[in-house]
């Protein structure tokens, strides 16, 4: 009986050693270098199948007979590389090339006959020997054993056991960072089969699985082996059908991955639009999943015909219901997202035209209803860099009370919403004649002599901008002269004693030239002129 366990153990290292050193020569073979990497993973599974058993399972005898064939195949395979690498081709490269493929089916052999064993109950994962967990001063080599012991109780392992391993392999990729390299690019199939068990129907192993995976995800390097190995599909299935924390998970991977345009379609091939706008849609989507819903439609949207079918599928809809979300982090998702669909776009402009989205952002706006100031502002912000560039937009704005809400919040709202509508009062002034009469008519400018003043270079030098161009239109120069304040201010601004930049000094002789267009302006600015001296 001793004679059977050294010959079985002898066989066991045998099979190892030549595994090993197999593995690492194939890497030199120049020819059917995608044959000899499919060969690499299958060597791989079955080392990582056979690393755990310890001598109390030698002398088994089914384990016995795969250690024998094992042997002879890996033997054979080796003659097989030896002639790939000095490209004798004996028989030639078609019979080399059937050659292969007989090994592949082998090993395949191999694996379901050592799977078999496995679940017979013969061998089992309780005689192995568990590495402990490295300490901190252990070495690279350590480190890599430990993870490769991890995976191989993943692979071959039962429920009890995989949850315990995955739990284990999430603690040591929280803590250092070498073992995410690790089991990204140096575990044979580590990332295969954390997306194996992302298929599995039970819930904490897809859960704990998509902690490392998303552990992975977070380095950037790494986020192209996960897209190779088909990550991108079962993430899609899971954010349909997995737990209210495996959406979670899921969505905060794809929203990673789709900062790579490359896999944008990759989800959209899989269905993920569809199953992104649902999640927006649904009523019973929690906060943090639609708001990683909308993070991960905007990444995909740049590339051009994705962003087309969304908008097709009814994506404008659903984001201008999000709009009147009671929670202000899903507005604001909403908002800028509406905003940058419709960027530089005509069509989807129309689109927000008709579907009447552009007087939901305007009601948003309404001083007495109850949203944020941060939604105002990012409202105003959305507005001011969509709309302005289309008349039919800009006709509706002007209808919708669009610039009265402008005015409020230039004279009342807080300094970054101040801002932000002075910006917006800037830009479009500038763009349509129409808006410059009715902001002349709601009191615009006095309100914009007293932002001169401010500190801020940028506040003065818009408000500046923005009296220049109301300047322009007659009704308003005469509007603007009545005010003896108004013309002195301007003339104080111009002193050459006064500390004003050149710009804003620029944009008030534009604005007191275009006064002394009409002769009663030109008065009052003499008379004005006179005073202040």
């Known amino acids: 009986m001793k004679e059977e366990e050294e010959e079985g153990d002898s066989s066991l290292q045998q099979a190892s050693a030549l595994i090993d050193a197999l593995i690492?020569?194939?890497?030199?073979?120049?020819?059917?270098?995608?044959?000899?990497?499919s060969i690499r993973e299958k060597l791989g599974k079955l080392n990582s199948g056979l690393s755990p058993v310890d001598t109390s399972s030698k002398g088994i005898p089914e384990l016995d007979i795969l250690l024998q064939s094992l042997i002879a195949t890996v033997n054979q395979t080796q003659l097989l590389s030896d002639d790939c690498s000095n490209e004798s081709y004996r028989g030639g490269k078609l019979r080399l090339r059937s050659d292969l493929d007989m090994i592949i089916a082998k090993l395949n052999l191999h694996i379901k006959h050592l799977d078999e064993i496995y679940a017979s109950g013969i061998l089992t994962r309780s005689r192995a020997i568990i590495l402990s967990k490295p300490g901190a001063a252990a070495t690279r080599e350590d480190m890599r054993l430990?993870?490769?012991?991890?995976?191989?109780?993943?692979?071959?392992?039962?429920?009890?056991?995989?949850?315990?391993?995955?739990?284990?392999?999430?603690?040591?990729?929280?803590?250092?960072?070498?073992?995410?390299?690790?089991?990204?690019?140096?575990?044979d199939d580590g990332i295969s089969i954390l997306i194996t068990l992302l298929e599995l129907v039970d819930l904490g192993i897809q859960e704990e699985a998509l902690e490392a995976v998303l552990m992975i995800a977070g380095f950037e390097s790494y986020r192209g082996n996960l897209a190779i190995c088909g990550i991108i599909g079962p993430l899609v299935r899971l954010l349909e059908s997995g737990s209210e924390l495996g959406k979670l998970r899921a969505g905060k991977i794809l929203q990673r991955m789709t900062h790579n345009s490359d896999n944008s379609w990759s989800v959209s091939g899989q269905g993920g639009v569809n199953t992104l706008l649902k999640i927006c849609s649904s009523v019973n989507s929690s906060k943090e999943l639609v708001v990683l819903a909308c993070g991960i439609l905007r990444n995909i949207s740049v590339v051009v015909e994705i962003k087309r079918f969304m908008v097709d599928e009814g994506a404008i809809s659903v984001f201008a219901n999000l709009v009147s979300s009671k929670e202000e982090a899903i507005?604001?998702?909403?908002?800028?997202?509406?905003?940058?669909?419709?960027?530089?776009?005509?069509?989807?402009?129309?689109k927000l035209i008709r579907e009447r989205v552009i007087e939901s952002l305007v009601h948003v706006l309404d001083p007495n209803s109850s949203y944020s100031s941060k939604t105002r502002e990012v409202v105003l912000r959305a507005i001011e860099s969509c709309c302005f560039s289309s008349t039919n937009v800009v006709n509706i704005l002007m209808s919708s009370g669009y610039v009265n809400k402008l005015l409020f919040f230039l004279r009342n709202g807080e300094i970054s919403i101040q801002e932000s509508a002075l910006k917006a009062t800037s830009k479009l002034s500038g763009v349509s004649e129409e808006a410059r009469r009715v902001m002349g008519d709601l009191g615009f400018m006095p309100e914009l002599v007293k932002l001169l003043d401010t500190k801020s270079f940028e506040v003065r030098e818009m408000a500046a901008e923005s009296l220049c161009n109301l300047i322009s239109i007659q009704k308003n120069r005469k509007k603007f002269v009545q005010e003896d304040h108004n013309v002195s201010k301007i003339l104080q601004l111009l002193n050459p004693e006064e500390e004003k930049p050149v710009a804003t000094k620029k944009l008030l002789l534009s604005a007191l030239l275009a006064l002394t267009e009409s002769n009663s302006c030109r008065r009052k600015i003499d008379i004005q002129f006179f005073l202040s001296r």
Do not use: H, M
Not at 24 to 37: E, L, N, R, T
Not at 331 to 350: G, H, R, S, T, V
């Open 331 to 350: 507005q604001i998702q909403a908002i800028e997202f509406l905003a940058y669909l419709a960027y530089e776009d005509e069509a989807i402009k129309q």
């Open 146 to 187: 430990y993870a490769k012991d991890l995976f191989s109780r993943l692979r071959i392992g039962g429920l009890e056991l995989r949850v315990r391993a995955l739990a284990e392999l999430n603690d040591i990729l929280s803590v250092d960072e070498k073992y995410v390299k690790i089991v990204a690019t140096e575990v």
């Open 24 to 37: 690492s020569s194939s890497y030199s073979v120049p020819s059917f270098a995608g044959k000899w990497q």
